[in-house]
Structure formats: structure tokens, C-alpha cells
């Protein structure tokens, strides 16, 4: 049996088990409360496990594992920040954002304060930080697909971007939140249970030594020593400054940008109590630093059996390395079928990833529009339940169409890559907004408004004048130059500028609410009152 149709068959059974899950989810939910947070019903281990499925996606399983094949050391710093923005998501914003609000981020923010702008802003950052994050995962579906079934046609990828991206919408409109957790919980034992795999076998390869791997894929990457040390991608002669001040936009995005994710931040909805929030994100905590030091193994393990030129040749984005790495590895270990049945579990593992990240992101920017645009921003809070889900599950198809069609339009970029510049609109326009609105009691409607739109609108336009558009030959547009803007990750610039809006226009407005910030203050700490957070 071919590896193309063990894996067809491999990733058909999870898609039939998913859909299961999901057509079950949808005859219990009932209520918004069940659609937009699973009922609040998930323990903290059961959500921390789905907080690492939504959080470990084809950027880190593909991106990341392509970009240290390709650049050694300076490509696992995608690893360690993705790694350490737990942190801050941990020590400031999770249990806070738990007890304050009760759908989406700007439950919290329109608590205090003018509740129409305020949601109309969040609403659009929410949506706008989704598509980018969805775009990384629709290109990681089409390098997949290329690789497990020979299509190297742009328009065989493209095919492949649209069936994803309808089996997404199916998990969104029908499952909801809950549906959506149960494809996340059982991704993410799929997906650690397959990389540690693929990581035993390449260290046992090397006898369990790590210096030896390292030693290998240093010398077959064609680099030398040079490929060990920082520099090869970020801070060359050849970048001069820009190089170096890319790494450390980068650094920041990544850091700040978990703390300003949408779909991150309405799981900490799901659990029914501060505490099981915390849990839960102690339990990701766990699942994703053991994961991201597999990624390491990974990486190196391609660099050093596959070679870059192989890696290269199929994507030339480096999207494709784990895969690659996993059937060269069985095939050095069990054989031909080894490697052929290797190749077909790894990509249907990959698989399960892109569709239970790309679930959740679409969940969480159809859930904004719903929640936040059109129940209190359209509708002024007349609605019920009923049309508020109703509006959810078509504007999944809407995003999902808009999505489908960006992730054509990107494909060869490689997707970690994207995911960064996701995280780096978040820690833009989001973060400054949830920051302020938790700890600064003077912050009010302009400020928030200001923030989140200064950040957002400054990260977009800085990238759309960046060599991740244009100047490039990897750009979205390779034959068309209109970059000013030398750095590829626009955090280093966007996210002060979202935190001086954000201070600058609450700053130039008189608006003050003493008793709201101290009720909203003892809500963050305590939890007491959080149910009506979004009914005002």
C-alpha cells in the first residue's frame, strides 16, 4: 500500500471520528452559553488539553520544525517564545480575564465603559488577528497535501485549502465550543503522542546522544558551524541592523502575542471557575514546553536525515520537514513500509492539527462578530440566544470563504512565520486594550478604542509595506516592490505604538468610572459577579 493511501485512509477515519464528535456535540448544545463556552462544563485538565491542541498547530508541528531544519539555532527562537508567552498569558491575563468576562475579550472591555466602540473595535481586531492565524494554517494544508499526494500544482494546493477550510465550518457551525474542544483534546493527544514518537526514533538513530545529532545535522545542512550559532536567518552582514532589530520584533511578538489571541483567551471561558482556569493553563503549560522541546529534536533530526536541499525541493518554505523527517527515519529503521506507514500516521497527524486549530479560530472570530458586533453593537442587546448562534454559525462561513481564499493567495511562505505576524497584530491592538483595562484604573472608551485600533491599523499597514508583501522573491507578491518598511515582523514598532494610543487617548478624554473600575477590580480578583459581565 502506497503512503499516499494509507494516510488518505489514515485521515479520513480521524475526519469520520471528528465529525462524529461534532453532529454528538451539537445535540447538547442548546444556549449561547453552550455554543460560544461549551456550557462551562470542561475540568481544567480536559481544557488545558485543548488549550495545547488550539495552541500547537501546523506552525509549530510544520513551521517550526521546517525553519531550525533550514536555519539551525536562530529558528528554534520561534520555539522558545511561543514557549515563554505562556507566562505572561498565565501570570496576567488568564484567571483575570476568567472571572471579568463571559464570551469574548471585549466582555471585559465594554464593561466599563462605552459598550458600542468598544466592541465594534474588539469585534474587528478579533476577526482581523483570526484570518492571520487561519491563513498559516490553510498554507500548511496545501505544503501537506503536496507532499502525501505528489500534487506540486498550485491549483491541486488550492483545491486542498478549500476542502479544509469546509470541513472547518462544518466543525464551527455544527459542534460549536464543545464540539470544537473534543476535536482539540483528541488533536493534541494525537499530536504529542506522534511527535515524541518520531523524536524517540530519531534520537535512538544517534544512540541517545544529543551532541551527535546536532554534530550531523550541522554538517549536512551545508553551513557548518555556522548553523549552530545565532545569525543565519536574523543579524547576517548582509541584514546589517534591520536583521538584528527583526529578531528582537520578533522576540516581542511572540512574547506579548499569546496574551492577545482570541481564540486563546475565550477558552479560558469554557472551565467553571477561576481556579480551573488557572489549572488549565498550567495543564498547556505542560503539554506545550514538552512539546516545543520535541520541535528541537525535529528540526535538527531533518537538517541531519533529510538535508536541506530535499526539505527545499518539496516545499521551499520548509513547511514539510516533519514529515519528510518521519518517513526517512522509518525508512532508516523499519524499511520502506516502515517509512511509508511513519509518513502516513505523521500527516494525518498533521492533518488533525490544521482542522482543530482552524475550528477554533473560526469559532472564536464568528463568536465576535456574533456576540460583540451583532447582539450589542447592531442590535443594541434586543436579541435572543437563538439568533445570536444563528448569526455565529453563518458568519463561520463567511471567515471561512475570506480565509480560503488568503490561504491560496500565501502559499510558499512558510507558516510559522505567518503565525507570527498573528501574534504580533494581537500583541498590538489587543494586549495594550486587556492590559489596561485590567490594571489602569483612569482607562476608559477613547483609550481602548485608540489602543486597539493605533495597534491594529499601524501592524497592518507596517506589513503591507514590509518584504512579506512585496521586494522579496518569498513575498505574497515577488515580482511587485513597494516596501519601505525593512523589517518583516512589524511588532518592534506597532505594539508600543498601540500602548502610546492607548494612553494618549484616555489621556484626551474626561471620562471617569470610579465604581465600575472598583467593581470590575474586585470581579478580576474574586470572580464574584462575573456572569453578568457581557449584560451590561
Known sequence: MSSQTLSTILFLVFVAATLGITFWASRQTKTAADYYAGGRSFSGAQNGLAIGGDYMSAASFLGIAGIIALSGYDGFL???????AWLVALLLVAELMRNSGKFTMAD???????????????GVSTIVVSIFYLLAQMVGAGALVGLLLGVTSPTGKALTIVGVGILMIIYVVVGGMKGTTWVQ?????LLMGGATLVTLLVLGKYGFNLSSLLGDAAAKSGKGAAFLEPGLKYGTEAQGLAGKLDLISLGLALVLGTA????????????????????????????IGSFYLLTLVLGFGAAALVGGKAILAQDKAGNTA?????QEVGRLIFGDVGGTILLAIIAAVAFATILAVVAGLTLASSSSFAHDLYAHVFKRGNVTDKEEVLVARISAFVIGAFSIGLGILAQGQNVAFLVALAF????????????????WKDFNTAGATSAIYGGLVSALVLVIFSPVVSGSPTALFPNADFSWFPLSNPGLLSIPIGFLAGWIGTKLSKEYN?????EIEVRALTGVGAEKAAEH
Open 78 to 84: 520561534y520555539s522558545i517564545g511561543f514557549l515563554v
Open 322 to 326: 516533519a514529515p519528510q523527517l518521519a
Open 424 to 439: 504580533a497584530v494581537a500583541a498590538s491592538g489587543n494586549l495594550p486594550a486587556i492590559l489596561y483595562s485590567l490594571f
Open 108 to 122: 471585559v472591555l465594554a464593561f466599563r465603559m462605552s459598550p458600542r466602540p468598544v466592541r465594534t473595535a474588539a
Open 185 to 189: 483534546i483528541v488533536k493534541a493527544v
Open 514 to 518: 470610579a465604581a465600575k473600575y472598583a
Open 260 to 287: 492577545g489571541l482570541p481564540h486563546i483567551l475565550i477558552r479560558f471561558y469554557t472551565v467553571p471557575t477561576a481556579k480551573e482556569a488557572r489549572k488549565s493553563v498550567l495543564w498547556g503549560i505542560g503539554i
